[in-house]
């Protein structure tokens, strides 16, 4: 157990549909990281947030959105499903995230969510 | 954030030591280099990280050249266990964000 909760673990749907997938950082973690894991493609950075706030996007759709709640929990919510959504999301977290002085930032994965879209 | 190349898929033989290469040339003087790992479609696991001394840990080494501009990752008695993915990962100073390449499958073989 490496202390980052994803949730669900398994998730069905239909195309046109909209899910949540939910995260619980490691405790004293501020930062959460969203990547998506296709078939053909590698881990893909979607968004970053530190402390409440957006801190880095990557190749994320507009279909898609995430917010971090004041509890630091984070939720990726995903529009519109299309057959090519179907993937693995990992979300992870670490201490860091804002402007780093020095010292390494260690990210944590989470076991993640499985996306199928029918 | 620096660009990574690694081979994509390498063999050891189990109980032997596994030595994963990395380049890193455009690597920058404050960005860390990390290793992770991903066994079957389990989420990744943070293996060892450094900067510009060699690093070991209970897990693995971690070798840097003296330039920075490239890494090795030596798993002493690799076990069937680690076959997995292997990621190198020139690290942002900037967020904190890490952008994963395709990596090294490495299978260790009986």
């Known amino acids: 157990d490496s202390g980052v909760t994803q949730t669900p673990k398994h998730l069905i749907t239909a195309t046109g549909q909209r899910v949540t997938l939910r995260c619980s950082p490691r405790?004293?973690?501020?930062?959460v990281y969203w990547y998506q894991q296709s078939l053909d493609q590698g881990l893909q950075f979607l968004i970053q947030?530190?402390?409440?706030?957006?801190?880095a996007k990557g190749n994320i759709l507009e279909r898609f959105s995430a917010q971090q709640f004041p509890d630091l929990h984070s939720e990726l919510n995903l529009s519109s499903l299309e057959l090519g959504d179907s993937a693995l999301y990992f979300c992870?977290?670490?201490?860091?995230?804002?402007?780093?002085?020095?010292?390494?930032?260690?990210?944590?994965f989470g076991a993640g969510s499985r996306l199928t879209v029918l | 954030d620096a660009k990574t190349t690694q081979p994509p898929s390498m063999d050891c033989a189990e109980g032997r030591a596994a030595n994963l290469p990395c380049n890193h040339s455009?690597?920058?003087?404050?960005?860390?280099v990390y290793w992770y790992r991903q066994i079957h479609s389990q989420g990744p696991q943070y293996i060892i990280h450094g900067l510009k001394n060699n690093e070991t840990n209970e897990m693995a080494s971690l070798i840097i050249t003296e330039d920075r501009k490239s890494s090795t990752l030596i798993l002493p008695h690799a076990t069937l266990r680690d076959t997995a993915v292997y990621y190198c990962i020139a690290g942002s100073s900037n967020t904190g964000k890490l952008i994963f390449g395709q990596g090294t499958t490495l299978q260790v073989k009986p």
């Open positions: 405790s004293g973690d501020l930062s």
């Open positions: 992870a977290s670490s201490k860091e995230g804002r402007r780093l002085l020095s010292g390494a930032n260690v990210l944590t």
């Open positions: 455009t690597i920058s003087g404050n960005e860390y």
């Open positions: 947030y530190y402390n409440g706030e957006e801190r």
